[in-house]
């Protein structure tokens, strides 16, 4: 049996989720179920009363003194979920057609997690690292939860979501699964898309996410010795915004951002240059205690 576990708090972006991935589970050969686990504290009802018959909807309420309780709702789902395999995808996101059944074959097979590819509605895919070859299949040293699938085992294994987290919790998983030997194959054809909003909106979750990148290498201290190789841009563009005074009495200092332009140039060069800077003032924060 599968398990689809969906955590919420007050995105409407959620109705349409639950429909496209309700039709999928209809279609599939699989049993399964659709869990929400919900903080909205009743702001979300009308979605709710929308698909009661297709979904399981788990009231939650964040422990005192939480403001993010995103690996604690992760852990809620996963605990309360019926399916020996546990597929997650977010609010917003959109499956395409045959997602949630190729995400999880490799699962029925030998595989024990698996993650597929998140596209924005313009096609381009974030968040994603250079996957690592491993025989004829293609792995990954970590994944966002928006598209992950594992058998149960693995989440006992790890004893969940770290709850100290409020964001990067999913990466922190992943992490940890892989030094445990579990290996995260990528399902190239396992797609959805979300809609990551207004640059705005974007801004603010590099900034968050280069935040957590800071937490996690404090946690994972022997991932440092690796950081230049696998993660190069946790510590180049904090780097070069420290370096950015140089640039009043040296200007030709910010033509040292042409280096990764050119190797962005594919990917939307503005995108990725303001995302990656976002990130590095967030690292730098989340170093400074900000």
């Not at 989720?17 to 919900?38: F, M, N, R, Y």
């Not at 979300?44 to 979904?55: S, Y």
């Not at 019926?82 to 959109?94: E, R, V, W």
């Not at 200092?253 to 503005?270: E, F, K, M, T």
Request: glycine share 8%; aromatic share 8%.
């Amino acid at each position: 049996m599968i398990s689809v576990v969906i955590i919420s708090k007050d995105e409407p972006s959620l109705d349409e989720t639950l429909t496209h991935v309700a039709g999928q589970l209809a279609s599939s050969a699989q049993d399964g179920e659709i869990l929400v686990v919900d903080a909205s504290d009743g702001r979300l009802d009308h979605i709710r009363r929308g698909h009661e018959d297709a979904v399981r909807w788990l009231d939650f309420q964040p422990p005192p003194g939480v403001r993010v309780s995103i690996p604690h709702q992760r852990n809620v789902g996963v605990r309360e979920a019926k399916g020996d395999i546990i597929a997650f995808t977010d609010a917003g996101c959109l499956p395409r057609p045959g997602w949630l059944d190729r995400l999880v074959a490799p699962l029925e097979a030998d595989e024990h997690v698996t993650a597929g590819v998140s596209e924005g509605l313009s096609g381009q895919v974030l968040y994603e690292l250079p996957p690592e070859q491993a025989g004829e299949s293609t792995y990954l040293r970590e994944a966002p939860t928006l598209n992950l699938a594992f058998r149960r085992e693995v989440f006992d294994a790890a004893d969940g979501f770290d709850e100290s987290f409020s964001y990067g919790s999913d990466v922190d998983f992943t992490w940890r699964l892989n030094d445990m030997g579990y290996r995260i194959r990528r399902v190239s054809d396992a797609v959805i898309q979300h809609d990551y909003g207004t640059p705005r909106r974007q801004r603010r979750r590099s900034f968050i996410y280069g935040k957590a990148r800071a937490r996690l290498y404090r946690k994972h201290r022997a991932r440092r010795k690796r950081i230049l190789r696998d993660d190069p841009i946790a510590v180049v563009y904090p780097l070069f915004l420290l370096g950015l005074p140089l640039a009043i009495v040296f200007p030709p200092y910010l033509l040292l951002l042409l280096v990764p332009a050119w190797r962005n140039r594919s990917q939307g060069v503005a995108r990725v240059l303001i995302d990656h800077l976002w990130f590095g003032a967030g690292v730098l924060a989340e170093l400074m205690g900000q």
